[in-house]
T-cell receptor
Framework: GAGVSQSPSNKVTEKGKDVELRCDPISGHTALYWYRQRLGQGLEFLIYFQGNSAPDKSGLPSDRFSAERTGESVSTLTIQRTQQEDSAVYLC???????????????FGPGTRLTVL | KQEVTQIPAALSVPEGENLVLNCSFTDSAIYNLQWFRQDPGKGLTSLLLIQSSQREQTSGRLNASLDKSSGRSTLYIAASQPGDSATYLCAVTGAGSYQLTFGKGTKLSVIP
């Protein structure tokens, strides 16, 4: 079946502009995660959605970052007033709900490469 | 705070060699450990997942072990091939949480 998809694959924007990144999880996966990978650094957790529960936003680096998810499908990550340090690859992952006895194995999309000039 | 370390940062081996990649984590209270490979400009491909109650998992030429009490995991690759060249990432899920904490990866080059 189809994997996790993300769009756009590349985004170049000017400092101060807002951007929206999109993620389509694997069908049937109730959990969705956003991570960020900056050049030369490890992946950092940003936010986690599980069904209709309140999202875990503990990884968001500032209030310029926000994310939404429509039911158990598409998610958008929005970065307002982008800064050069926001340049990174933004990766989305999905999984079955861990507490239902699953393994919580996460499957990743190809990422969106964001460049802030 | 959980920290994941991968050693070495880079490794170059001739084709056909067996090799071991190392991963260590500071908090042994984990739910599971996952190994991924990342090719340049691409997303992550899940290779193996070991649950906290397991000691090892195997898939083809790959074998991953987990020693939770000592905070260590190894990824063994048998009979390496040039197509194995990639960055290998280790990540753990903490007990009671669901996000992954990643190491910085080991960049593997298999020389034909």
């Amino acid at each position: 079946g189809a994997g996790v998809s993300q769009s756009p694959s590349n985004k170049v924007t000017e400092k101060g502009k807002d951007v929206e990144l999109r993620c389509d999880p694997i069908s049937g996966h109730t959990a969705l995660y956003w991570y960020r990978q900056r050049l030369g650094q490890g992946l950092e957790f940003l936010i986690y959605f599980q069904g209709n529960s309140a999202p875990d936003k503990s990884g968001l680096p500032s209030d310029r970052f926000s994310a939404e998810r429509t039911g158990e499908s598409v998610s958008t990550l929005t970065i307002q007033r982008t800064q050069q340090e926001d340049s990174a690859v933004y990766l989305c992952a999905s999984s079955f709900k861990a507490s239902s006895g699953g393994t919580n194995e996460q499957f990743f999309g190809p990422g969106t490469r964001l460049t802030v000039l | 705070k959980q920290e994941v370390t991968q050693i070495p940062a880079a490794l170059s081996v001739p084709e056909g060699e067996n090799l071991v990649l190392n991963c260590s984590f500071t908090d042994s209270a984990i739910y599971n450990l996952q190994w991924f490979r990342q090719d340049p400009g691409k997303g992550l491909t899940s290779l193996l997942l070991i649950q906290s109650s397991q000691r090892e998992q195997t898939s083809g030429r790959l074998n991953a072990s987990l020693d939770k009490s000592s905070g260590r995991s190894t990824l063994y690759i048998a009979a390496s091939q040039p197509g194995d060249s990639a960055t290998y990432l280790c990540a753990v899920t903490g007990a009671g949480s669901y996000q992954l904490t990643f190491g910085k990866g080991t960049k593997l080059s298999v020389i034909p």
